[in-house]
């Protein structure tokens, strides 16, 4: 019996738990939807961890890397979800981006990135403009390293400019965003089960 999807959002809000967070409401509501067709997910906020800054797999002295890239690598769909702050990603995201630089030496027994056969996709919130950049920097940076982005991969919602109206404070999910958001879930799950099948050449 061939094993259930996983999936994996590492949530990248500068708040630590368990203060409120758009970016993580929006990471549950991708898992949510990746839930609707049998995947298995979980979050993880960046922020309570103690990643090192760096570009190795482990940078040592307590550096939690190690035990987050374990669940990344143990899951199919890998979901990043970042605040936009002055139109970017966070900082967080940021930290995340550099450390999947290391999977750049990384390779299976058959000379493949262990990063080939996984689905990235990205969640992104902010009161501001922004989300078309950061998917464009996002998209790039996670397929040099070896992931897979499945067609409308993305799901975001940006408020009025120069208002301060969060995510989490409106009264239901955008009918816009959560289109984006069963749309991403229904593509990524549908080509995480083909490269489960065959995956890319060695």
């Known amino acids: ?19 409120r967070s758009s970016t993580e409401l929006i990471a549950r509501q991708v898992l949510d939807a990746l839930a609707s067709h049998g995947v298995s997910g979980e979050s993880v906020r960046v922020v309570d961890h103690d990643v090192k800054p760096g570009v190795d797999p482990d940078m040592g002295d ?22 936009t702050w002055m139109g970017q990603h966070s900082s967080v995201c940021m930290r995340v981006l550099e450390r999947l630089d290391a999977e750049l030496s990384e390779t299976d027994g058959d000379g493949r990135l262990m990063t080939f056969g996984k689905i990235a996709v990205a969640a992104i919130v902010g009161n501001e403009d922004g989300a078309h950049r950061i998917t464009a920097d996002l998209f790039q940076a996670l397929n040099d390293v070896g992931f897979t982005i499945p067609a409308q991969g993305v799901t975001y919602w940006n408020g009025e400019a120069m208002q301060s109206v ?15 958001t069963a ?5 990524a799950v549908h080509l995480a089960g083909l490269l ?3 995956n890319y050449p060695a």
């Open 1 to 19: 019996m061939t094993r259930p999807l996983t999936a994996l959002a590492l949530t990248c809000s500068l708040k630590a738990s368990p203060a």
């Open 196 to 198: 489960r099948e065959s």
């Open 62 to 83: 307590g550096d939690a890397w190690p035990s987050l890239r374990e669940k990344l690598m143990a899951a199919d769909i890998f979901v990043l979800a970042t605040p």
């Open 183 to 187: 749309t991403l879930a229904v593509n």
């Open 166 to 180: 969060d995510y989490q404070d409106l009264p239901g999910t955008p009918e816009k965003t959560a289109s984006a």
